[in-house]
């Protein structure tokens, strides 16, 4: 496609409820990030993969937060037994690869997925 | 912990103006610096990205890094209305598979 999607664009969970998040990233993307976006914060790393590999998982704020990326395209971001402090924008990134250098490359961001917790 | 600081502002600056955006970061080792531009309710938008002390140029933008003092920033010329945004700032380092952390950004208001 022409460019990362995301959906849905906004989510609306009761307390407790389990919620999927989705990201289809650029076509030929090897690398998938997802960030947690609060209301006037800077985006904060959750997860990363490289095709289906999921490498990074470090920012996941508790176990009830989980990531997958089966076929190393599409990836889904569930949140089990949501938390009012859950509320956020659900940020997924895409990138091309890595340099010779090990830097990553650019990446790009979808428009996100705003879910409120009530 | 890493941590990126930025002014949350706002920095309010008159149309063709310069304005200029300023970053710190705690980690040493740090290698890749980025900015991002967002937009109220968009995603964030890479604009520019350094890698080495000194400055880099394109457009209207130019990105200063200085690693010896843990600073970055971004200046913006002939500032314009359309600038205005929130301005995130992303460091990358090695220990951390060089995924960025972002700063909480600063909001640029480009005033008529």
């Known amino acids: 496609g022409a460019g990362v999607s995301q959906s849905p664009r906004y989510k609306v969970a009761k307390r407790g409820q389990d919620v999927a998040l989705r990201c289809d990233p650029i076509s030929g993307h090897v690398s998938l990030f997802w960030y947690q976006q609060a209301l006037g914060q800077g985006p904060e790393f959750l997860t990363y993969f490289q095709n289906e590999a999921q490498l990074d998982k470090s920012g996941l704020p508790s176990d009830r937060f989980f990531a997958e990326r089966p076929e190393g395209s599409v990836s889904t971001l569930k949140i089990q037994r949501t938390q009012q402090e859950d509320s956020a924008v659900y940020l997924c990134a895409s990138s091309l690869a890595r340099d010779s250098g090990g830097a990553p490359d650019t990446q790009y961001f979808g428009p996100g997925t705003r879910l409120t917790v009530l | 912990q890493k941590e990126v600081e930025q002014n949350s502002g706002p920095l309010s600056v008159p149309e063709g103006a310069i304005a200029s955006l300023n970053c710190t970061y705690s980690?040493?080792?740090?290698?890749?610096f980025f900015w991002y531009r967002q937009y109220s309710g968009k995603s964030p938008e890479l604009i520019m990205s350094?890698?080495?002390?000194g400055d880099k140029e394109d457009g209207r933008f130019t990105a200063q890094l200085n690693k010896a003092s843990q600073y970055v920033s971004l200046l913006i010329r002939d500032s314009q209305p359309s600038d205005s945004a929130t301005y995130l700032c992303a460091v990358g380092s090695p220990g951390g598979s060089y995924i960025p952390t972002f700063g909480r950004g600063t909001s640029l208001i480009v005033h008529p």
């Open positions: 350094i890698y080495s002390n």
């Open positions: 980690d040493r080792v740090s290698q890749s």
